[in-house]
């Protein structure tokens, strides 16, 4: 973990989550579904030579590593760019039409997931991060406001919470909207601050992407990086760490297994 030696004056009074890699599993390896399908979309009928392919794989990578946390629809608006730039695809789709496949692809494995916790064959717990809802019943216990912020579509990550058994504890749960490129993450900042009344030093902002984390220190709340290992469910994710590190996160875990910690850090310890 990562931590400073200053502590808090005040209380965290409003806890803002990011949802998928922070708290939830459920699409962990969405990379692994985003990745290849850039790649085929934008080299088409082309066969890559070996440098062609590695070049573009390490494009595809980069922009993947830099834009998590942002909308779906955002990345696949850069992918649409990315074909009509490279040349190589005379079939070029929509930034809609990219996104519509794209979910097709991931809903496969999410929605295997989901069915085998609507079974009972697997627990909710395969798919939380470590300690996380013992941590967001401390947070209750404490009369923290809750609330998830999100880049999946909005019915997806409130069923998805609903699934794992966690949007009892949200006040609000805030998708992106269907059908339009708005940003859920700023807008439920800015309903924190300017309708909820909240001041950005009694806000924390807890996830595992760059995104979160740059609008927490731009809007003047606490910033805590979450470095999961998507498929452990627990410890640090070092390529997370340092991209958390690089946004300006004020301390980082892997993890919510020791609570103690995360109770320190939003000022919250000796309620």
Known sequence: MTSSNSRRKEPIKAVL?????????????WEETMAPMMKEAIAGPRALTPEDSKSLDDEIAAYIDQSTGIQTI???RWLAEKVAEKGWNPHILGEWEYKAEYNRR????????????????????DFLMKGS?????????RGVDMYVASGTDHP?????????GVQRYFREIAGAPVGRADCSKEKVIADLLKEKGFRGQELAIIGDGKVEIRLARENGALALGIASDENRR????PVKRERLLA?????????????GEWLEWLGLESR
């Open 106 to 125: 991931l809903l496969q494995s999410v929605n295997g997931r989901i069915a085998d916790l609507e079974a009972g064959r697997l627990e909710a717990t």
């Open 234 to 237: 627990e410890g640090v994710n």
């Open 133 to 141: 809802e013992a941590f967001l019943e401390l947070l209750r216990e």
């Open 17 to 29: 989550f990011d949802f998928d890699g922070t708290l939830s599993t459920l699409r962990a390896g």
């Open 247 to 259: 946004a300006g996160a004020e301390r980082i875990a892997g993890d919510f297994a020791n609570a």
């Open 74 to 76: 955002f990345q696949m």
């Open 156 to 164: 997806d990550v409130v069923h998805e919470a609903k699934v794992l």
